[in-house]
């Protein structure tokens, strides 16, 4: 009963430095997303695909990249870190895109310094 | 933009009380409105949905209203217990897709055996 999986859950980078966070769902949903949770803010759509083969900004996608591997997998990717993107950045999925329940993974805790 | 309000920010209550966390949005013309709980560390978990043809959802001890013409929801827990004690978040979708799904930043709930 994994639902939602993300890896890895907490990462410390140097600014310049970059990295992949890895998320995968087992529900055989159609739609994934990246949003990310800053201290005082609501939670902010980085990058959504809205299906296999297809993936679209959200409202901060500046710094970031993102793949749909398979319908199963979708990750995030940041080529040069830098020290406003820290943050907790969560992975979710639902049956279809937008105005669908959302199922969510634990978070990764991404630190840049 | 829709702006999505939750005050207060944190409550503490005695267990055993009833409460009401608030939720207010800008933009009536919402699609849907999800209550979701956040544990510390931990990702989102969808309690209750409300479509905009609704009036409220209930599941155990939880009950959400909408009242889409004042801009409001409300999430009442009855006999709260200290297994309560987490942030709660709304998220108000407008149509239109993933882009437009908003979210509050939460009301820290602590309920004190």
């Known amino acids: 009963n994994a639902g939602v999986t993300q890896t890895p859950k907490f990462q410390v980078l140097k600014t310049g430095q970059s990295m992949t966070l890895q998320c995968a769902q087992d529900?055989?949903?159609?739609?994934m997303y990246w949003y990310r949770q800053d201290p005082g803010m609501g939670l902010r759509l980085i990058y959504y695909?809205?299906?296999?083969?297809?993936?679209d900004k959200g409202e901060v996608p500046n710094g970031y990249n993102v793949s749909r591997l398979n319908k199963r997998e979708f990750s995030l990717r940041l080529e040069s870190a830098a020290p406003s993107q820290t943050s907790v950045y969560f992975c979710?999925?639902?049956?279809?895109?937008?105005?669908?329940?959302?199922?969510f993974g634990s978070g990764t805790q991404l630190s840049v310094l | 933009k829709q702006e999505v309000t939750q005050i207060p920010a944190a409550l503490s209550v005695p267990e055993g009380e009833n409460l009401v966390l608030n939720c207010s949005f800008t933009d009536s013309a919402i699609y849907n409105l999800q209550w979701f709980r956040q544990d510390p560390g931990k990702g989102l978990t969808s309690l209750l949905l409300i479509q905009s043809s609704q009036r409220e959802q209930t599941s155990g001890r939880l009950n959400a209203s909408l009242d889409k013409s004042s801009g409001r929801s409300t999430l009442y827990i009855a006999a709260s217990q200290p297994g309560d004690s987490a942030t709660y978040l709304c998220a108000v979708s407008l149509p239109g897709g993933a882009n437009n799904l908003f979210f509050g930043t939460g009301t820290r709930l602590t309920v004190i055996p």
């Open positions: 695909s809205a299906s296999e083969g297809t993936t």
């Open positions: 529900m055989n949903h159609n739609s």
């Open positions: 979710a999925s639902s049956v279809r895109t937008g105005n669908e329940k959302l199922f």
